[in-house]
């Protein structure tokens, strides 16, 4: 039997030998997840791990019933103790319930960074495990705290090098604005029912707002002229959003104002954006988030107001590839150690130790290759420098230190080689 991985999923691999496989190398992973944990913590945000499941109630109630995710995509499963649980498809859910139970939902900035699990259909851009970096930023109304998570992903992407990225926003409103706009969205669509396709005709009452972000094009037509959730904010809500635009530009962040931007979980109120970048095909959205103030009382907690965002790293990773941003290849490997001979496999094994205590990468070859073969291979791994040790090397404590970029060979005694890969 020959097991091959699941559907919609990927390795993460040293080198992926297919060219189209390149942003699933690991060296990449790791760079952008440091440049993630960085940023997070200048913009005073802490870590938080919840466990990979939850309970599935918490996800129907939370996301909400008719969204895509809770109809179709979750990965729902009982126990031995025939209790539901789902994979965690989103982040924001299982953060709140953590904050909720331990009874920390006065002021709080936390981030996570790990893998959601939806049921997608296959696609470019779509996998059914994939990995988001996020952030809530809980006790806080303010629409300085709105202006201040966008700015972050912002900043992340812009430092990661990408360019070209559209910042789609908009306000939802709260629930009486969205009351009113629903009311007046349902009744500039109900002549055009008939025409609408078949999962806008099955949101027209359930969920009416996200047929504005219907990609059909028969739905796209008829939206075209709709009335804007813009005009239905009250003088509170409006001046919140103005707020929020007004602290974006001053800070040089460009936008575009975009009522159809609704965003597919129930949650959210107020401030909604996204980020989308030119160089991913249709999934182009990197992502994306907003203000759920009415989530935390909703899920049992105190009325908290909150912010947050998700943003996939498969297409940041993706995005960066396609523009030619720097990304750095695999680990740079300082020193590989060629010992020839048994009797110098001891000594060099203990040199080794000494210097990767003095934090050299340094490797050294255990399987007795030819001397020629362990040259190649030193290429190969592209090490900087290489010393051969023989029973020769041993006797007179000297051995030659080979640049394999320039080809030089310098001779050092071998008590001062660690010394010596200190400074080159
Ligand atoms: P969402 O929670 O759907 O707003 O997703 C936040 C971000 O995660 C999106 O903007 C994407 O970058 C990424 N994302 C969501 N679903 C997937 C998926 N199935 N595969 C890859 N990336 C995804």
Known sequence: MEYRIAKGVFDILPHDPDTKGRWRSSAYWHYVEKQIHEIAREFGFSEIRTPLFESTELFTRSIGATSDIVTKEMYTFFDKANRSLTLRPEGTAPVMRSLIEKKLC???????????????RQQAGRYRQHHQFGIEAVGNASPYQDAEGIILLYTLLTRLGLKNLTLHLNSIGDSID??????????????YFKCLSVESQARFETNPLRILDSKDSRDIEITQNAPFILEFLRDETKSHFETVCALLKNEGVYFNVNPKLVRGLDYYNRTVFEITSEHLGAQNALGGGGRYDGLIKDLGGPDTPAFGFGAGLERIIQAMLAQGAYLPEEGILQLYMIPLGEKAFAPSFHLLNQLRNQHIVAQMDFSEKKLKSAMKFANQIKAQYVVVIGEEELKTGKISLKNMKTGENKEVSIDQLVETMKHV
């Open 178 to 191: 969205r009351n009113a706009y629903r009311t007046a969205l349902q009744n500039f669509l109900k002549p």
């Open 106 to 120: 006065t002021q709080q900035k936390v981030y996570y960074l790990y893998s959601m699990f939806r049921y997608e």
